[in-house]
C-alpha cells in the first residue's frame, strides 16, 4: 500500500511494516512539509525505488521478505547521492552500524525521536546539496577546462602558421631586396659609370632604406624560427671571454666615433658556459648594439660575467639613457620600443630584445634588466655552466 502526502521541498520513503510506527512517523515528517511515501513491504519499496523520484529512505532493517540492506543496495545504485536511514531495534545495532558502513547515511535505534529524525534529515538533504552543487562545479571546471585546452590548441595551431607564413614571407622578400641592395652598391661604387651627386644622394637612400628593411626581415625570420621550435641549438663547451673579445673588435667601429668606451670584467676563474656560440653572440651583439644605442656620445659601456650558483651571469651595462620601471618588462615582447628621441634617430626594429630572449630561454636561462631611468641599464641573462664529463 503506497500512502501519498502533499507536494514539499523533498521526498521521503518510509519502509515499516508495523502500522503502528510507520503512521506515526509518515505524519511526523508530513507535519514538518515533506512529501512522504509510506510503504509496508521491502519489495514495494524496491517497485517504488525504481519507479518514483526520491530523495531520503528511511527503512526498518528487518522486513518481512526484503531486508533494509537490499533497499540500501538499489537506493544507492539508482540514486547515488540518496541518504538511506535504517530503523533498527536493540537487538540488531551491529547490523544497522554494517549498513552504515556501507553507506547508509545513518540509524535510528526504535521507537525513534521525532526530533532526532528532523535534525537528521535536514542535514541529510543539506550534505545532498552541498554533494550536488559540488559535482555541479567540478562539470563546470571540467567543462571550462575542455574549452581552455581547446582554445589553446587553437592558438598554438595558429602561431605555428602565422610562424611559418612569416618565415616564408621573409625568405621570399630578402631574394628581390639582396637585388636592390647589391645593385645600389654596384652603382655607388660607379661599376657601370660615373654618376653625380644627386644620383649619389638617391642611391644612398635606397641603400640605406635596403639594410634597414633586410634587418627587419632577418629579425622577423629569426623570431618566427624560433617561435615555429625550428631554431636547433648546437650546444657546447666554450669559454666567454673568446666571444667577448671578438665582439670588443666589432664593436670598436661603432663606438670610437662616438667616443663610447666598454670595458669588460670577467670574474677570475670563470667556467665556461655549455651553449651555442653563434646564439650568445647574437644575444650580445643585440644588448651592445642597444647600449651603444641608447647612451649619448661620451658614454661608458661595460661587459661583466661572473658565476651565480649553478649558472654563468653575464650583463651589459651602459650609462645611458635608462628605462622607466613600468617598461621594463614590455621592452622584451616583439615590437615594443618606448619612445625617445634617440628611439627616432638610431631607428631599429623593436624585435632585438624579443629575439635575445627567445634565445636565452631556449637555453634554460633567464634574462631581464635592472635600470635607473635616466642613469643607465644594465641587461642581464643567464647560461648553463659547462658539463664536466
Ligand atoms: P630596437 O632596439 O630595435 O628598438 P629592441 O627589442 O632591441 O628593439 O629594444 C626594444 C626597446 O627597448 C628599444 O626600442 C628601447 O626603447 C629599449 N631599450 C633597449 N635597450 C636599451 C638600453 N640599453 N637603454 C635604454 N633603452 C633600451
Known sequence: MI???????????????????????CGILEDAGYEVIGLERGSEALEAIRSSAFDIIITDIRLPDVGGREILELAKEINPDAAVIMMTGYASVETAVDAVNQGAYAYFVKPVDPDEIKTTIANALRHQRLLQENKRLVDSLQRSNKLLFEA????????????????HMSHELRTPLNVIIGFSELLLDEVPGKINEEQRRCL?????????????????????????GKMELSLRNFSLSGVI???????????TPRDQSLDVELEEGLPQVYADKAKVRQVLLNLLSNST???????????EAAREDERCRVSVIDNG???????????????CQIESPLTEEKGGTGLGLAIAR?????????????SDYGQGSRFNFTLPL????
Open 3 to 25: 500512502e501519498r502526502t502533499k507536494s514539499a521541498t523533498a521526498t521521503i520513503v518510509v519502509v515499516e511494516d508495523e502500522m503502528g510506527a510507520r503512521a506515526t512517523l
Open 321 to 335: 639613457i635608462g628605462i622607466k620601471p613600468e617598461n621594463q618588462e614590455k621592452i622584451f615582447e616583439e615590437f
Open 386 to 389: 659547462a658539463k664536466t664529463d
Open 245 to 255: 673579445e671578438a665582439l670588443r673588435s666589432v664593436m670598436l667601429p661603432i663606438l
Open 293 to 303: 644605442k641608447f647612451t649619448p656620445d661620451g658614454g661608458r659601456l661595460k661587459i
Open 358 to 370: 627567445q634565445i636565452v630561454e631556449r637555453h634554460g636561462g633567464r634574462i631581464w634588466v635592472d
Open 152 to 167: 589553446n590548441e587553437e592558438l598554438m595551431q595558429a602561431t605555428q602558421a602565422k610562424s611559418e607564413f612569416l618565415a
Open 204 to 228: 644612398n637612400d635606397v641603400l640605406g632604406g635596403g639594410n634597414n628593411l633586410l634587418n627587419l626581415i632577418n629579425d622577423i625570420l629569426d623570431l618566427s624560427k624560433i617561435e615555429s
